[in-house]
Each structure stands twice: as C-alpha cells, then as structure tokens.
C-alpha cells in the first residue's frame, strides 16, 4: 500500500496506516503488547469508524450513539490509536506513548473504567462478543420503550479467531441469533493465526457455517479491500438477523518477515521489522508523528455524527417532561427514590404477616413489589425460572422479534448470561438480575469477575445455596462457592436469613452503582428470624446482633442465611444450661469485613467464645471468630440425602453448636 497520491489529498491507506504506524511505534516503546491486530485490522476498523459508525468523539457517553467493541482486546492500541485520531479528550500522543505503563489511559487490555470512549472491559476471550449480546438486546429492549427517535443504534464487534473459539462465544452467538439481534455486526479478523501458530494445529471449524446454524447472515470477504468491507457492513445493517462478516486479513499487515506468522502476534515487531512494515506503507515519518492532513481527516471523522446527536438531543428535549426526566435518570443510572419506600413497606408487611419460606421465594416477594418501583429492573434465568422464583407476574417475557418485555429466558447458558448481563448494565438503561444455582456459578465466573473489576452493577440471584437443596447430591451443593465469591474484590455477596432480611439484600443490591452483587438465597423453608420492625436496613453493615444475650454474653454465635434458625436454637440450648450467648446474623460476611474497626468491634463484641455457623467451608470466617474460634460448617463436599439428614450427618445442629460451645468453655 504505497502512498502515490498528491501530499493534500488523504486516502484510505493513509487512514488506515495512522492506526498502523501508531500501534507498532506504541508497542514497540513499551517492549511489550500485541501488534499484529492492529497491523491487520486497521483496513476494516478504519472503514467502520469514517464510514458508519454513529459516533461523536466530543461526547462518547451519548446514549444513541452505536457501540463499538474490541472483543479481541489483546489488540488495544487499534482502539486506543482510534480514540486518540477521532479527538477523544483525554487520549493524547502522550497517553499513547505510555502504554501499558502504570496509571496511563492506555492498559495492556482496554478497561471501560479508564479509559474514555471504551465500552467495556475485554481482554479474557470471548467476553466482548458474549457482552455484546447484552449491549445489542439492550438497545432493542430500550427501543421498544422509546422509539427509535431515541433509541436507534448498532453494535459492532471486532473479534478475533480466540474470541470464537472460547466456548461462551457458543453461548453468545446461539442466543443473539435467536432473539433475532439484528443490529449486532461482528466483523470477524480471520487471520488464522493464534500464538501457539497456524490456527489448523489446533482447529478446522467452519466459522460462517457455524454461525449460520445459530439463525445468523454469515459470509465472507477480503478483509484489505475497503470496498468489500463497505458493502458487507451495508448489507449487514439491511439484514434481520445478526451477522457475521469474515474478513480475511493478514496478522502483522506489511511486517516484511513476521507478516501472517505468529511471531507478530504478542510481541513487539523489532527495529528492523517496524522499519520494513513503515517502508511498505510509505510512511516517513517519525514515531508517533501523524501528518496534519491525515490528523484532520480522522478529526472529521470523530466529528461526523455531531449534528446527529445535537438532533437527538433536541428530540429528548422535546420530550414531556416526566418521559424525559425517566429517560436521563435510566441513562446515567440513578435508582428511583420509590425503591427505599417499597421495601420500607414490604418490611412492615412481613413483620405484622411473618413470613416462613424459603428465601427464594422471600426473593419472589420482594420482587413483586421491587420491580413495580424499578421499571428499569431486569430479571432472567439459565432455565431454572421455576427454582429461581425470578418472574414475577407483572413480568412478560422477551422473545425473537419482540423485545417489550422485562423478562429473558437466557437458556442453560451461565456465563453467556453473565457476560450479557454486563452488556445490558453497561448499555444504560437497565439493572440486569440473572438467576441460576449457586454452584454454576464456576460456570458464570469469569463474566462475574470482569463485573467486579469492570464495576458493573449487576445482580445475580443464586438459589440452592448448600447442602440443604438436599437430594441433587454434591455436584449441586455448593460448599466451596460463598468462599471464593467473598474473596473476589468488589464483589458483593449476600446470604440472607430469612423474608425480611432478602428484602434488604435487594434494596442493597439494587442501589448499588459501583459493582455486582450475588444474592445466595435457599431451596428449602426458613423461619421468619425477624420479628420486630426497623425503618433502618440492618443488613447494609453487613452483619447485626439479632438476639442479645440475657445477662453478660459468654459466647457470641455468628451465623448466615439458613443456619441462622440453627445459632438462635443453639442459645436456646445454651441458655437452658445458664449460659448465656449472643446471635449474629451475618448475611454479608464481606461487607462486614469492609466495616469500620469500630464498628466491627461493637458488633463482633468481648464474649470470649466464637462461633460461626455456615452450611460451607471455614474459609473466611477466620477473620471473625479468630484462628481459635469454633466453626460448625462443611469440610469437605456435602452428599445426596435429604436436607434434613445431611444437616444431622454432617454436625450443623443447634446441639452440636452448643455442645461445642460448652466443651470449649470447661476446657
């Protein structure tokens, strides 16, 4: 691609060689980083970004603005490169000379929380294109709500042959082809080459005809042929499924020897072979130097949907008052203030009619009245609706070609909900809640912890919480799940004890912006624990004396979701013997632990003797009861039983709990 054009005039190449030469110069200042997709994937980016991408780079939070997401995130500095050249503020020369250095905007992998103008997080593969299902069913769900002359967008994916080879892209692409995801246009770098080599050492999957079977238009093209790439991105935007365009590129585009090899892939290209790419484009000029004329053309770009979105902005203006003021509180993500009065009133309701159900259908009660004063609240599940008790009866569902509903059935796809629940959060407009069982969530994982370190609001309801879902046996009980979500940064867990207690966990859930949470509620019944009213949320610290001790405390018994009914048994016993114990419901181990020592300190008390009570592993509780403290809990896997047996078989008894606590005392 040489340049022979006169100096005043810009062409595609130029465009397209900017991206390029700012890549390998950023690459190979930082000694690390992955310059081949850059290289490859400049032709069909650069088409995308100046032909059709609805895009104002003075305000990249516009809600009506299409969506652009590098699923291949390895290949960041294409998207920085292109952030930078559009005029994003904030994505200076210098931001792109400091790649992958610490507290640049410029990441080794794109981070949507540091990044302006990046839409999600990506870097583990397959995440962007299975997140991107939830960006695209948002923009119909919300179009279905207002209308296109405020909801009118596309999303488009830039994948690479890792990203289609994780399994959750299966999950993504199986469920946006048949919701019918028109406006999803993922635009495919098929460059056949992955780190290990050659991508025929390790895979020969038809990719066209693979998502062709998943209800999507698939075909291919040249990927350097900015022609082809044009009309396939037209025709792909006429269709009325999602579509898939191949582009056949080459990895490393115009490296002399590293071209089409794995060697361009993660490594820098080297002088001699920067020098050798520069030479085939014809570019003279020195690092991260950007002639004018190519600098203004791709400024123009970055400013060619500005009279789109003033228009759009006029239309919201135009709008009714009370539509308009709903729209803005959705789109920057505010939670509406009839959420606290709601609950307030459900409180009262359980306290004068108590409720004693399992806390899966404590969730469904709550939700009852949750989602009538959060219309933006939006539920689902891995096909465990019925186990869940996630749809309630204002909810309809959401099917292909009708997207009005406030209810998806995402299939038995965990980490495909996981990951388009975070699409859905980050799109704006909705509060996404996901359901399945709590020992799937080693299948969600991944998703769930892009959530937490991307701070995405989502809220997972995972029901059958341990042993006591009883006969399913271990492969469903979770023992070891509480453990590992507790400790994964910014994730917030909950394991209520009872109806009054999940009501709160949802108020907490859902007025929380910064990050998940993950609701771990019951198969079987519990009793109602809290019986006296309280305006305040108790559980917002975490943790709570619920029952004080008569006289002076010996013994502080802390307990969780259901094991809570067994800590209040236990005093009981206790306190027949003249001995005297507090109980604390615990139903956010680590919200507590994030608590003020102070008011650690009041709530965790002076009694010499602790005790935690969980249905799961110790791990954590250390923290609490000390090395030295009493665990009642799981050692190991659980078993297929009865929940009642298991309970008795496995020690997790008021009796045993009392026993202990006497037998640590007269030691």
Known sequence: MLNTVPADRVTHSDLANAVRVLAMDAVEQAKSGHPGLPMGAADIATVLFTKFLKYDAADPKWPDRDRFILSAGHGSMLLYALLHLTGVKGMTIEELKNFRKLDSKTPGHPENFMTPGVETTTGPLGQGIATAVGFALAERMLNAEYGDDLVDHYTYVLAS??????????????????????????????????????????????????????????????????????????KAQKS?????????????????????????????????????????????????????????????????????????????????QDKRAEFERRAKGERPAALADAVAKLKDRLIAEPQNVATRKASEIALEVITEAVPELVLG???????????????????????????????????????????????????????????????????????????????????????????????????????????????????????????????????????????????????????????????????????PANGKARATIFASGSEVEIALAAQKLLAEKNFEARVVSVPSLDLFLAQPEKVRHEIIGDAPIKVAVEAAVRFGWDSVIGPDGIFVGMHGFGASAPYKDLYKHFGITPEAVAEKVLRTHNL
């Open 381 to 547: 599940s891995a096909d465990l609706t019925p186990s869940n008790n996630t749809k309630t009866k204002n909810l309809t569902a959401i099917s292909p070609g009708n997207y009005a509903g406030r209810y998806i059935h995402y299939g038995i796809r965990e980490h495909g909900m996981a990951a388009a629940m975070n699409g859905i959060a980050l799109h704006g407009g909705y509060v996404p809640a996901g359901a399945t069982f709590l020992v799937f969530t080693d299948y969600a994982r991944p998703a769930m912890r892009i959530a937490a370190l991307a701070g995405i609001p989502a809220v997972y309801v995972m029901t059958h919480d341990s042993i006591g879902l009883g006969e399913d046996g271990p492969t469903h009980q979770p023992v070891e799940h509480l453990a590992a979500l507790r400790s994964m940064p910014k994730m917030r867990v909950f394991r209520p004890a009872d109806a009054v207690e999940t009501a709160e966990a949802w108020q907490m859930a859902l007025e929380r912006t910064d990050g998940p949470t993950t609701l771990a509620l019951t198969r079987q019944n519990l009793p109602q624990v809290r019986k006296e009213g309280d305006a305040k949320n108790l559980s917002a610290t975490g943790a709570y004396e619920l029952s």
């Open 240 to 320: 009325d499924k999602p579509t898939l365009i191949a582009c056949k590129t080459t990895i490393g585009y115009g490296a002399p020897k590293k071209a089409g090899t794995s060697k361009a892939h993660g490594e820098p290209l080297g002088a001699e072979e920067l020098a050798g790419a520069k030479a085939t484009y014809g570019w003279s000029h020195e690092p991260f130097v950007i002639p004018e004329n190519i600098q203004a053309a791709w400024a123009k770009a970055g400013k060619k949907s500005r009279r789109v979105r003033k228009a759009w902005e006029d239309r919201l203006k135009a709008l009714p």
């Open 161 to 234: 042959d890792g990203d289609l080879m994780e399994g959750i892209s299966q999950e993504a692409i199986a469920l946006a082809g048949h919701l019918k995801l028109n406006r999803m246009i993922v635009l495919w770098d098929d460059n056949e080459i992955s780190i290990d080599g050659p991508l025929s050492i390790s895979d020969s999957v038809d990719q066209v005809k693979r998502f062709q079977a998943c209800g999507w238009n698939a075909f291919r093209i040249d990927g350097h042929d900015p022609k082809a790439i044009q009309r396939a991105i037209s």
